[in-house]
T-cell receptor, first 115, second 113 residues
Framework: DTGVSQNPRHKITKRGQNVTFRCDPISEHNRLYWYRQTLGQGPEFLTYFQNEAQLEKSRLLSDRFSAERPKGSFSTLEIQRTEQGDSAMYLCASSRERGSGNTIYFGEGSWLTVV | DQQVKQNSPSLSVQEGRISILNCDYTNSMFDYFLWYKKYPAEGPTFLIS?????DKNEDGRFTVFLNKSAKHLSLHIVPSQPGDSAVYFC????????????FGTGTSLTVIP
């Protein structure tokens, strides 16, 4: 399977706990994105990496959220002191350099439920 | 600020007929548009895209039409099959945003056998 891989697929956590999600992009893709999706909404942009550099962050990415891509390969998204409003599906996507249309390909997503 | 809008939350179509899903956008700078299909509890799957230099792109049963003057795009599925039942999202991007893709809220398509 050479698609975008995310884990864990599901996470239930108590409010106030920290959670971390991992994303492994398609191997030849140097761009990596994190999106969040809640019920009835489309995916909302959180942040974007080109190789190891985090180049864009959304206003949705509060200071409790941090994303890293230390070696330009896999990425982690950590949410500290989780709140019930953080319950959502967290989607990772990757793409090549723009020029091929920059189509982004999503992983299966990581469901977070904060209780 | 919803820059990409899908005004029909749901659509039902008989198997074998045409499904037409619509999408409107407000930002005239968008130059690349995509359609994704999503099943419950899964990530969106890329279907088809179109650049703003074209007004039509076809891939098998799927055709996307772009009307730049109306800031409107549509996805046609012919013939519709029960396996097409899913939520469809349109998305848009442009060079000046760098790398943000703006998504609509989705249209749930049900193809009735």
């Amino acid at each position: 399977d050479t698609g975008v891989s995310q884990n864990p697929r599901h996470k239930i956590t108590k409010r106030g706990q920290n959670v971390t999600f991992r994303c492994d992009p398609i191997s030849e893709h140097n761009r990596l994105y994190w999106y969040r999706q809640t019920l009835g909404q489309g995916p909302e942009f959180l942040t974007y990496f080109q190789n190891e550099a985090q180049l864009e962050k959304s206003r949705l990415l509060s200071d409790r959220f941090s994303a890293e891509r230390p070696k330009g390969s896999f990425s982690t998204l950590e949410i500290q002191r989780t709140e019930q409003g953080d319950s959502a599906m967290y989607l990772c996507a990757s793409s090549r350099e723009r020029g091929s249309g920059n189509t982004i390909y999503f992983g299966e997503g990581s469901w977070l439920t904060v209780v | 600020d919803q820059q990409v809008k899908q005004n029909s939350p749901s659509l039902s179509v008989q198997e074998g007929r045409i499904s037409i899903l619509n999408c409107d956008y407000t930002n005239s700078m968008f130059d690349y548009f995509l359609w994704y299909k999503k099943y419950p509890a899964e990530g969106p799957t890329f279907l088809i895209s179109i650049s703003s230099i074209k007004d039509k792109n076809e891939d098998g049963r799927f055709t996307v039409f772009l009307n730049k003057s109306a800031k409107h795009l549509s996805l046609h599925i012919v013939p519709s099959q029960p396996g097409d039942s899913a939520v469809y999202f349109c998305a848009a991007s442009h060079l000046n945003t760098g790398n943000q893709f703006y998504f609509g809220t989705g249209t749930s398509l049900t193809v009735i056998p």
